[in-house]
């Protein structure tokens, strides 16, 4: 395979990381329903690169930020949600390879594929060039989202702030539960309903974890509660 392919010219040059060895690219992008060599242990290594990487600009940019603030930032930045955000932003999908029940199903849009790939890819740039040229893949993609933080909105995660709202509005706290739950347990999916009963507000979030579908769910009770209460807004933050 010419590293000049056009199948993979576009996504090299977005990722800005010329590939020596684009078969690394390409079983990044395989799934496991295509065949093997597929891409779930490029995903353990891309895992670490990429928390790593997004730790360390987050450490240099928020110095008085403590070691919780961080990591609460840190999720935000590094769960499926914004890594399919990238993928789809990337165009990752046109370059799956996909087994035909997949293709079928949409697995080309799906925030697990994408992200899982999306990993993988990290991984794959480490073993053509090395960590620092990964790391700077991972850097160039995440530079803008780190940028735009607001350490005072996002400091502490929606269950957390939520919850001191309604504390600080002498409410209920909120109550969640699941309401669907589905996949095989490598890869499942939930969809959660954080309930406001007090005040009457019910809203959903979904995620690959019951946390993560809970922080979603609560991220969208917060917007709701912003709009109808635009003066108490930055008690919310």
């Given amino acids: 395979m010419n590293v000049t ?13 010329a590939f020596s060895r684009p078969e690394l690219l390409r079983q990044a992008l395989t799934h496991r329903s295509f065949g093997t060599p597929h891409n779930e242990r490029f995903e353990f290594i891309g895992d670490s690169i990429l928390n790593y990487t997004v730790a360390r600009m987050l450490y240099d940019r928020f110095p008085q930020l403590t070691e919780g603030e961080l990591s609460r930032l840190r999720a ?20 799956l390879y996909l087994g035909e029940g997949e293709l079928k199903s949409g697995g080309f849009n799906r925030p697990s594929i994408l992200a899982d790939a999306l990993e993988a ?11 620092a040229e ?8 995440y530079a803008a989202r780190v940028q735009a933080i ?37 890869e499942q999916h939930f969809l ?18 019951r946390r993560n579908a809970e922080q979603q769910a609560a991220e969208r009770a917060l917007q709701q509660l912003e709009e109808k209460h635009p003066q108490g807004g930055k008690r919310l933050r």
């Fill in 5 to 17: 392919d056009n199948r993979f010219r576009r996504l090299s040059e977005a990722l800005g990381h």
């Fill in 76 to 95: 935000n930045l590094v769960n499926q949600n914004t890594l399919a955000e990238i993928a789809h932003e990337l165009k990752l999908g046109d370059y």
């Fill in 121 to 131: 890819t990290f991984a794959a740039v480490s073993f053509d060039a090395g960590f």
């Fill in 134 to 141: 990964a790391e700077a893949v991972v850097r160039g993609l």
């Fill in 150 to 186: 607001d350490p005072t909105k996002h400091a502490k995660d929606a269950k957390t702030r939520l919850q001191e709202w309604l504390q600080s509005q002498r409410l209920a706290l909120p109550r969640y539960r699941i309401q669907a739950q589905s996949g095989e347990a490598h």
């Fill in 192 to 209: 959660v309903v954080c309930d406001l009963a007090e005040i009457g507000v019910e809203t959903q979030g979904e995620g690959t974890s």
